[in-house]
């Protein structure tokens, strides 16, 4: 391979013979990356659109006798049942989404650019609620603040108030998925902030802008690709989350896109066809934000890391830094002290019947009953080893490719990388249960015992979530200056002996998070695991979902505690590694370049 | 409405359901359990291992399991869980790609089962003649669980609780106190449907809808959120309630007069199984006095045995009529009910 990948080198500096050869390896490298995403991405999207245009099971019935037709769109798109899951849906993630933009802008300028107290504290109480399954989310929010008996309502009650919280309902869903997509968000703009150049805000101050101007004027447009990055990002996501509209929205009776497609596959007998006819529609809103977001950032240019030294700019905020504290403590207190609060009750207490405020405090109503049934189970052990391995497997695969891919794309001038760059966004419009069929349909007869296979599940997951590998590992290419690899090709280092010493170092913080991204993504992932899954590979979300439709909250409680937890360990090791391994990377980008 | 032949055929069922369950003296029979050939059961300890999938709760199953491992350590029970629909999916996409990898299907939606018929071997438990034929459609198939729809209710909250299931429609039990599992959710609330249309009167959805309410997506997160007090009463599988209760749940359950519609579920042993004696051997005792039994005392189950072995607690034959459906009104029925009751409690599809 190093024959092809050195060919790709510098082709527009540097001229000499075995042009052609150059030109060869590069046609070599894209066909092999094309392949790839052709296995992953578009032979499963082709049998789903099949699925689509059917009533058949690909599978079952073969590829003869198909009935093509569109009746199942026609009729998806003349349901009214569907108009209103779509405008739900809109609804909910375009509210969701403005409140993690506020959440997550705020404190990323907050931990970057101000000089409150604690900013440790508040960078990690930023990312926590990403470690939280969404399912786990809504059962919290369901336990703290459903309207007859919430936590929240009975403490309001004893306190005499009138008024209470009612968490079923559109705003309650668009306040929980702003709180828990926030981290979307500050991913994306901290780590902007991080690398950008404070000269320029220097100069907005030295020609008589204020802070707030300086920040409004010039610091967030110029961190614009991060914060549309992430925005595009957290909406697409919630588009495809199950958890929380299935746990709030249900009872509500507020049906949006992905539990009306989970009870099209749920229903007995399932109708599949009209499922992935709707995910169809889902995918075509996808398409139009991903189109829009390229429209608003084609033909600008947004690089902050250059070949020069800079320092981070810390604002002094005198005495209103205690009031970013506060909304830093408060948001602590929202989003992780009380749905933990609520799960430890729920997971620790007998049953949930809570009448009033002395009863939440009755201590005999409390044991490690859950904790003992649920690992008296041997399938919870084992869905703890399987989910650590596939998660592994899939960070570990999924970001070496998607490293490539983003390179490919966003770095390189070879041929079809337009191509790749479509189709590795494509999956990010398909909810994982209907994808999760088509992984299924399209995997299940290749050769050589996949199916069964731990490495089928991280297959399928490293081509779910390859947009968002992509898209957090872009952000930070994006933001290198092509002069620091010039400089490099013109010291005469190859391709990979830039990316070794150049790109890779300073990509190196964004790599690391974009794999730790992909570990939660993979942790929790419910969808697509659960066609693929087998008695042996057995992961936690399905299994969490058995117990939660198991009707047993204080069992799904236990379970999620141990999960938050487990999972809570792994970043934190994971965070002190990346620390450790980017320290000297630090250094060489801005301070000494 | 339903033809008279039907109600003929129905009455029958029920006769012979509440014939079976009064017939019941309470006590396991004395005679030696028979699970099968020794032969069958040396094989089943060389095969060491079988799959099993299944759509009921995760919880109840890994009970099951651990049970029948008393009576037979040697075999170690995989278990894949999903709901109905995509199980059925999953079964037929990996039959197709020659890749079942199931030993032993359970499922609550005998329909769904017969139409899988030829995929699955000849198997009938060594006790084939004690079942009542209704209750399963194909001699491959049988009932390993059946379960029944009582009234539960939050016995903390309701100081005057529904006694019947006419009561359901009172005004008094109106503004959501009650929770309700649709229709198109599966086999079993489907049965319960048909029930209250056949049994209760052509109207009663539209009366019992008029008390709006909540709708929930299937039978366990209801019984959850009537622990909860979301909501205060409930039909509810008894099995489900059952076992809340004897943990200590605020639960009160009713088995109303009028019967007690029962859903008996399907079980078969598919012909690729790769343990097929591990399969017979499992789904012998889990039909057996014993296995039957078993699950009656522990998750309040109901048995298609003609003489059950033991009776579920507060169970009492003479006044809570057992409900079987007639199967080929349970297959020409459903679409066109189900869309009327969704449109009815407005539900949205």
């Known amino acids: 391979m190093s024959a092809e990948v050195t060919a790709l080198s510098a082709p527009q500096t540097r001229t000499r013979p075995g042009v052609n050869w150059r030109k060869a390896g590069s046609w070599l490298w894209s066909g092999t990356l094309l392949l790839i995403l052709a296995f992953l991405v578009i032979y499963p999207i082709a049998v789903l659109l099949l699925g689509a245009l059917t009533n058949a099971n690909p599978v079952v019935e073969g590829f003869r006798g198909f009935d093509l037709s569109i009746t199942n769109f026609t009729d998806v798109l003349a349901n009214p049942n569907v108009h209103l899951a779509l405008a739900n849906s809109l609804l909910v993630c375009a509210g969701g989404t403005a409140v993690a933009v506020l959440i997550g802008l705020t404190f990323s300028w907050v931990v970057v650019r101000t000089d409150t107290p604690w900013k440790g504290l508040i960078a990690a109480t930023s990312m926590l609620p990403l470690f939280v399954p969404p399912l786990v989310a809504g059962v919290a929010w369901a336990i703290l603040a459903s309207p007859k008996t919430g936590l929240i309502n009975t403490f309001m009650a004893a306190m005499g108030l009138s008024w209470r919280i009612d968490v079923y309902s559109m705003t309650g869903m668009i306040i929980v998925f702003g709180m828990y997509y926030a981290p979307y968000i500050y991913m994306f703009t901290a780590s902007a902030l991080r690398n950008m150049d404070p000269a320029l805000e220097e100069a907005a101050e030295i020609s008589g802008a204020g802070s707030l101007r300086t920040l409004m004027t010039v610091t967030f447009p110029l961190i614009a690709p991060a914060i549309l990055s992430g925005t595009l990002l957290s909406f697409v996501v919630m588009l495809g989350i199950y958890g929380i509209p299935a746990v709030l929205g249900t009872p509500g009776n507020i049906p949006v896109l992905t539990t009306y497609i989970f009870k099209l596959t749920a229903w007995s007998p399932p109708l599949y066809a009209t499922a992935a006819a709707v995910s169809v529609l889902l995918m075509v809103v996808t398409g139009a934000l991903v189109w829009l977001q390229q429209w608003l950032l084609s033909g600008r240019s947004y690089t902050t890391v250059a070949g020069k030294a800079f320092r981070p700019r810390s604002l002094r905020l005198g005495p209103w830094r205690f009031l970013t504290l506060g909304l830093a403590l408060l948001y602590l207190l929202v989003v992780v002290v009380l749905p933990t609060l609520a799960l430890v009750v729920a997971a620790f207490r007998k049953f949930l019947f809570i009448r009033d405020l002395p009863a939440l405090f009755d201590g005999r109503q409390y044991g490690l009953q859950h904790f003992e049934r649920l690992f008296a189970n041997p399938l919870a052990l084992r869905s703890i080893a399987n989910t650590m391995e596939v998660g592994l497997i899939t960070a570990v695969i999924g970001g070496v490719l998607a490293f490539a891919l983003g390179y490919t794309i966003h770095r390189t001038t070879v041929v079809g990388r337009r191509a790749l760059d479509i189709i590795s966004t494509l999956p990010v419009a398909i909810p994982g249960l209907v994808i999760g069929v088509a992984y299924l349909w399209a995997w299940i007869g290749l050769p050589g015992g996949l199916y069964g296979t731990i490495w089928i599940l991280a297959l399928a997951f490293i081509a779910r979530f390859l947009p968002d590998t992509i898209k957090a590992l872009s952000t930070s290419m994006l933001q290198i200056h092509r002069e620091l690899e010039e400089a490099s090709w013109i010291c005469g280092r190859g391709l990979l002996g830039t990316l070794r010493s150049i790109v890779l170092p300073l990509a190196r913080p964004g790599v690391i998070a974009a794999m730790t991204l992909l570990f939660i993504l993979a942790i929790r992932e419910l969808g697509s695991s659960l066609f693929l899954y087998t008695s042996q590979t057995m992961v936690m979300a399905v299994l969490l979902l058995d117990y939660y439709e198991g009707g047993n909250l204080g069992i799904t409680a236990a379970f999620s505690l141990v999960q938050t937890v487990l999972l809570g360990v792994l970043i934190s090791l994971a965070h002190l590694a990346s620390r450790s391994a980017a320290a000297p990377a630090d250094v060489g980008i801005g301070r000494a370049g | ?349």
């Open chain 2, 1 to 349: 409405m339903a033809p008279l032949g039907m109600f003929r055929h129905l009455a029958k069922a029920a006769v012979a359901f509440t014939v079976a369950v009064s017939a019941a003296t309470g006590a396991a029979q004395a005679q030696e359990p028979n699970f099968g050939p020794p032969e069958l059961i040396e094989a089943a300890r060389k095969e060491g291992r079988m799959v099993f999938y299944t759509a009921g709760f995760t919880e109840v199953e890994q009970e099951v399991i651990a049970a029948f491992n008393k009576r037979f350590p040697f075999v170690k029970v995989e278990m894949v869980r999903a709901s109905g629909g995509q199980l059925i999916t999953r079964i037929k996409t990996e039959a197709a790609a020659g890749k079942l990898i199931a030993d032993v299907i359970d499922h609550s939606d005998r329909g769904l089962m017969l139409e899988m018929a030829d995929l699955f071997q000849d198997y009938a438990p060594p006790n084939a003649a004690d079942y009542l034929p209704d209750s399963h459609p194909s001699p491959k198939i049988w009932p390993r669980i059946t379960l029944g729809w009582v009234i539960a209710y939050n016995d903390a909250l309701v100081k005057d609780p529904p006694k019947t299931w006419m009561d359901l429609t009172k005004p008094e039990y109106g503004n959501a106190q009650i929770g309700q599992v649709i229709a198109p959710s599966g086999g079993t609330t489907w049965t319960r449907t048909m029930f209250e249309r056949q049994v209760l009167g052509e109207d009663y959805w539209q009366k019992q809808a008029a008390t709006k309410p909540r709708l929930y997506p299937s039978g366990a997160p209801l019984a959850d959120a009537l622990v909860r007090g979301e909501v205060t009463i409930a039909p509810s599988l008894y099995n489900i309630v059952y076992s809340k209760k004897r943990d200590g749940a605020p639960i009160g359950i009713v088995f109303p007069p009028e019967g007690i519609p029962v859903n008996p579920y399907a079980d078969a042993i598919p012909k690729t199984a790769a343990n097929p004696n591990a399969a017979k051997l499992f789904l012998n005792w889990c039909l057996s006095e014993e296995g039957q039994a078993f699950m009656i005392k522990q998750f309040g189950n109901l048995t298609s045995l003609k003489k059950p072995p033991i009776l579920p607690e507060g169970f009492d034959p003479k006044v809570a009529k057992v409900w079987l459906p007639e199967f080929s009104q349970y297959e020409k029925l459903r679409n066109t009910w189900v869309e009327d009751w969704n449109k009815i409690y407005g539900y949205r599809q």
